[in-house]
């Protein structure tokens, strides 16, 4: 009765290991924010950086975790009258309350598209109040 019973059991389980394992292959294991570079090694996709340190990892604990743009070491700086606003794997700047950007977007990316000015004098001065670049 024993044996009757686990045979099919037995039988079961190789078919499903043998199954399976072929499936696993020798693919790397890269946690989220990251992609394979080969076939062992992962990177922290933009905007991330793992934890480690380290550009490239075959640990599959690592993590890649957000950078954040706005802050020290990178505190990107967007110009005058603009303020960074970090976000999950990147960044972008927008003017603070009070001042829009020329072309009426909400998002520049870097000190040089910053056309930010004052949305009571801007029919006024027509862009021509530049700031000091830099
Ligand atoms: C994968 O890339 C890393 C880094 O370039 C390298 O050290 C490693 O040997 C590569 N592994 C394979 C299997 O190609």
């Not at 009765?1 to 037995?10: H, K, Y």
């Not at 989220?32 to 604990?61: D, W």
């Given at each position: 009765?024993?044996?009757?019973?686990?045979?099919?059991?037995?039988c079961f389980l190789?078919?499903?290991f043998g199954a399976v394992i072929p499936k696993i292959k020798a693919s790397c294991n890269c946690p989220?924010?990251?992609?394979?570079?080969?076939?062992?090694?992962?990177?922290?996709?933009?905007?991330?950086?793992?934890?480690?340190?380290?550009?490239?990892?075959?640990?599959?604990?690592?993590?890649c975790n957000d950078i954040n743009e706005c802050e020290p070491p990178?505190?990107?700086?967007c110009g005058s009258n603009a303020a960074c606003h970090n976000?999950?794997?990147?960044?972008?700047?927008?003017?603070?309350p009070g001042y829009r950007l020329q072309?009426?977007?909400e998002r520049f990316s870097n000190s040089s598209e910053n056309t930010?000015?004052?949305t009571n004098s801007s029919k006024t001065t027509q862009g021509k109040k530049e700031v000091s670049a830099g």
């Open positions: 009765m024993q044996g009757s019973s686990l045979l099919p059991g037995l190789l078919s499903f989220p924010n990251a992609s394979c570079v080969n076939n062992s090694h992962c990177t922290c996709n933009s905007g991330y950086i793992s934890r480690s340190g380290q550009t490239l990892f075959t640990f599959p604990l690592e993590t990178y505190s990107v700086y976000v999950a794997g990147s960044f972008h700047c927008h003017c603070v072309s009426g977007e930010c000015q004052d």
